[in-house]
């Protein structure tokens, strides 16, 4: 079919119309899928995922802009470039996830390779309607534009349900991308078997078949791909690599070194994280009369509910962390449970799977006062989401759960290289109404890392430090205050939930730090 086909009576070529106006739902589909993985990733691999998401999404749309702009130059045979456009879409777009994660170690500007694969699949996705009505405008032009902008925008709602509820959690960024290039490509191909003179697309046939069958074998390849892109990023043997609904877990070992990375940020370390923990743990618990009820914010590695767990006086330990995945891993999984002592199925423990930020202020009208000392141990403030988890209000809801003897500690950040991020905490921590007292350690594979105390009375300069630990001594407990003039306190703002000034700190301090 022509340019002049295109123009025939409505009871002509009725099957290519039909398959035309259900390609308007899938192309929309597919390209809203392509622009939430590329804003999804870019989350992932930078960090701040409201910068990622605008950025990403105002380029995509304004290509998309442009590519119908530039339809007004086709003046001929549009159904042929309809179809190549849709099997460069699939390409393009069912590559994508995976092609971002290759290059994510491997080129030193990340961000052009982004923008300019975003800006091309805009491109082509704003050819595609353009070209769709003026392929169908033989048939009356009203219903015509209603059905095509209908099926878009229908297209559009399913994808932006089955993205976070079925494709992110079931198939992973790579395996979703590859899905719907080979339906984009099958749009192409169910085209041009309906068209009446199939064999005048001959070439167009033979493309979208191979198309088809690259796309097939990229995803039954998938894992591989992500594994292989992983090794190249983390730089250590992958041992087990999973996406759950929240996040990306990755373990990798070599040697004795056994590493947990979180949508690519390193957790821990087995050979220094005893440092980090006990740091977290023994000051806070050590400076408290007598811990009977604990709680946990984040931990679901079962490291920091370890060190809780070896204080003798310890009745309960509550843990909330957001991942089931992560908490199941570190319960069921031999040497995991080797390196947290088994902690997360000791029968003092009880481990809640909800968001820390709303389980706070729930639990906060039905458990105010319950617990001794409270540990927050939740991921850097990378993006908008984790960052409420260090606000004004996330902090006021804790202090409602902590006993009026009792204390607090957040794991805070490096005060070397985020100065400003680091006490941006204690500043908000002390607009909750807590006194705060900050201090530090090194561990080998973060550096200087810091930690805020924070109680609704004076702290204890002493602590009771327990016994038994790798690296923390009575005398080691003092020297964890001692703030030299490079990391000294300065004036921060406080953080809440409408102006979220640590996200953006932290985001320049380490931006400014890996240059």
Not at 250 to 278: A, I, K, M, P, W
Not at 359 to 383: H, K, L, Q
Request: hydrophobic residues 50%.
């Amino acid at each position: 079919m022509a340019e002049g086909d295109a123009a025939g009576p409505k009871t002509r070529a009725s099957a290519p119309a039909a398959a035309l106006l259900a390609s308007a739902f899938v192309v929309s589909t597919c390209g809203l899928i392509y622009e939430l993985l590329a804003s999804t990733l870019a989350s992932y691999l930078l960090g701040d995922s409201v910068t990622q998401f605008s950025t990403v999404i105002g380029t995509y749309l304004f290509a998309m802009g442009l590519g119908s702009w530039c339809s007004r130059y086709v003046t001929r045979d549009e159904l042929r470039l309809f179809i190549r456009v849709e099997l460069l879409i699939a390409v393009l777009g069912g590559a994508s996830a995976a092609a971002l994660f290759v290059l994510f170690p491997l080129v030193e500007h990340f961000r052009v390779a982004l923008y300019g694969l975003v800006l091309g699949i805009g491109f082509l996705v704003g050819l595609e309607i353009p070209l769709l009505i003026r392929i169908l405008r033989g048939f009356d032009f009203r219903e015509t534009v209603s059905n095509v902008l209908t099926f878009d925008y229908v297209g559009a709602l399913v994808a932006s349900l089955l993205f976070p509820l079925l494709l992110m959690p079931h198939l992973g960024m790579i395996r979703t991308g590859f899905l719907f290039g080979i339906l984009n490509a099958g749009v192409a191909l169910a085209v041009l078997l309906a068209l009446p003179r199939a064999s005048r697309y001959r070439s167009e046939t033979v493309s979208a078949v191979l198309v088809l069958l690259a796309l097939a074998a990229g995803f039954v390849a998938s894992d591989r791909l992500q594994r292989w892109a992983e090794v190249g990023s983390y730089g250590e043997p992958v041992i087990y690599a999973v996406s759950t609904k929240y996040q990306r877990i990755v373990l990798t070992r070599r040697e004795d070194d056994l590493r947990l990375y979180l949508n690519g940020n390193l957790q821990f370390s087995s050979r220094d994280e005893y440092r980090y923990h006990e740091a977290l743990v023994q000051p806070v618990l050590g400076r408290v009369q007598n811990p009977r009820n604990v709680l946990i914010f984040g931990g679901g590695d079962g490291l920091a509910a370890r060190e809780v767990l070896r204080h003798p006086e310890v009745r309960h330990l509550t843990l909330v962390d957001l991942d089931d995945e992560m908490t199941a891993l570190f319960s069921k999984t031999a040497m995991l449970t080797a390196l947290n002592k088994g902690a997360l199925t000791d029968p003092r423990i009880t481990v809640i799977n909800a968001d820390g930020f709303r389980w706070a202020r729930e639990a906060a009208a039905t458990r105010a006062g319950s617990f001794d000392a409270i540990i927050v141990d939740f991921p850097d403030p990378v993006d908008y989401s984790v960052g409420k988890l260090y606000t004004e209000t996330f902090y006021r809801a804790a202090r409602r759960l902590m006993a009026p003897a009792g204390a607090m500690v957040v794991q805070s950040t490096s005060p070397l290289v985020a100065p400003m991020a680091y006490w941006t905490v204690a500043t908000t921590l002390e607009a909750a109404g807590l006194q705060t007292r900050g201090y530090h350690v090194y561990v080998p594979s973060f550096g200087e890392w810091g930690f805020v105390l924070a109680a609704a009375q004076a702290i204890p300069d002493r602590a009771r430090i327990l016994p038994g630990g790798r690296f923390l001594t009575p005398a080691g407990d003092g020297q964890l205050f001692d703030f030299p003039p490079d990391m000294a306190r300065r004036p921060t703002p406080v953080n809440r939930l409408d102006n979220q000034v640590l996200v953006r700190e932290f985001a320049n301090a380490w931006s400014r730090y890996e240059g």
